[in-house]
């Protein structure tokens, strides 16, 4: 392989890792979405719940401790930088919807990034096709 060709085929192989990692990013950020609708499920269901009420509340992926429902109408919600504020839950929900818009618009960018990288491997594929026939 001469030099050139062998540029090329780098210069392909870091386009094509490029592409993986941005692919990874979009997947993260569908999980992410997926589980911030789950949390507005949640708050929905929270809204019927009684006061009073035992419930199971997740520590973690698959622990529960016992607790009970003391009080429906406020939630205490961290806002960042340490800070937390109190928030009724429809502006909770509120706070996640523009989450979940922030994802989506996020999701736009990198797909276009993606879609600018995936061009650039294409044109690379042509010239190291014409470039290996000339070889």
């Given at each position: 392989m001469n030099k050139e060709i062998q540029e090329k085929y780098m210069e392909?192989?870091?386009?094509?890792?490029?592409?993986?990692?941005?692919?990874k990013q979009i997947q993260a950020l569908s999980e992410k979405q997926t589980e911030v609708l789950s949390v507005i499920e949640s708050l929905d269901e929270l809204k019927n719940t009684k006061e009073?009420?035992?419930i199971l509340f997740p520590i973690s992926s698959g622990i529960f401790a016992?607790?009970?429902?003391?009080?429906?109408?406020?939630l205490l919600v961290n806002v960042g930088g340490n800070v937390v504020?109190?928030?009724?839950?429809e502006?909770?929900?509120?706070?996640?919807?523009?989450n979940i818009e922030d994802i989506k618009q996020t999701q736009v960018t990198i797909t276009?990034?993606?879609?600018?990288?995936?061009?650039?491997?294409?044109?690379?594929?042509?010239e190291l096709e014409t470039a290996s026939k000339n070889v």
């Open positions: 392909y192989q870091m386009v094509a890792e490029q592409i993986q990692e941005l692919q009073g009420k035992d016992k607790a009970k429902i003391q009080n429906t109408e406020d504020v109190s928030k009724d839950i502006g909770a929900k509120k706070l996640l919807q523009e276009a990034q993606t879609e600018k990288f995936a061009e650039k491997a294409q044109a690379l594929e042509k």
